[in-house]
């Protein structure tokens, strides 16, 4: 009898904390699901160019590729235009330019500014910014900004 009423008392605690549990995190995932809105990428087939950005320093073209021998050449911030010219970039509808993942939400937002003057210069009608994944695999990134550039030109800076 005695062993009875311990199964009884094991079973109920152990419902009673599978029950605060699941409340809990079914909670946790619909506040989370209200307030953030995570979107991934899945146009890679699309993308006209794909940079892979690690600082203005290290930025490369994956797509088309930039290379020489098999290796890839920096492109400069200031030299990106002639790049793309240089590989023969005909369309220039989609730009996506993947960043690594130690950047502060300041910095990203100066980055994705900075990414849509320089591609909207070169006429890109629309620059997707995603977060890399440590893999060639750019469908299922995260999207940090997705911004149709007016006609194909950089957003214009305004002072009020």
């Given at each position: 009898m005695k062993?009875?009423?311990?199964?009884?008392?094991?079973?109920?605690?152990g419902?009673?904390?599978s029950s605060?549990?699941?409340?809990?995190?079914?909670?946790?995932?619909a506040?989370?699901?209200t307030?953030?809105?995570?979107r991934h990428?899945?146009?890679?087939?699309?993308a006209?160019?794909?940079?892979?950005f690690s600082?203005w320093?290290?930025?490369?073209?994956?797509r088309p590729?930039?290379?020489d021998?098999?290796?890839?050449?920096?492109?400069p911030?200031?030299?990106v235009?002639?790049v793309?010219?240089q590989?023969?970039?005909p369309k220039?509808?989609?730009?996506?330019?993947?960043?690594?993942?130690s950047?502060?939400p300041?910095?990203?937002?100066?980055l994705?500014a900075?990414w849509?003057?320089?591609?909207?210069?070169?006429?890109?009608q629309?620059?997707?910014?995603?977060?890399?994944r440590?893999s060639k695999e750019?469908d299922g990134?995260?999207?940090?900004?997705d911004?149709i550039?007016s006609?194909?030109?950089?957003?214009?800076?305004?002072r009020l």
């Amino acid at each position: 009898m005695k062993i009875v009423k311990i199964a009884a008392a094991l079973f109920f605690i152990g419902a009673l904390l599978s029950s605060c549990a699941s409340h809990e995190i079914s909670s946790h995932s619909a506040n989370q699901a209200t307030t953030d809105v995570v979107r991934h990428f899945h146009e890679a087939k699309a993308a006209n160019v794909v940079l892979q950005f690690s600082s203005w320093e290290y930025t490369f073209l994956l797509r088309p590729r930039y290379d020489d021998n098999g290796f890839l050449l920096q492109v400069p911030r200031d030299k990106v235009k002639e790049v793309l010219r240089q590989v023969g970039v005909p369309k220039r509808e989609l730009a996506v330019v993947v960043v690594g993942w130690s950047y502060s939400p300041e910095q990203l937002r100066q980055l994705v500014a900075d990414w849509k003057i320089i591609l909207g210069g070169c006429g890109f009608q629309r620059v997707v910014v995603i977060k890399s994944r440590g893999s060639k695999e750019l469908d299922g990134a995260l999207v940090i900004d997705d911004s149709i550039l007016s006609g194909g030109s950089p957003p214009s800076l305004t002072r009020l």
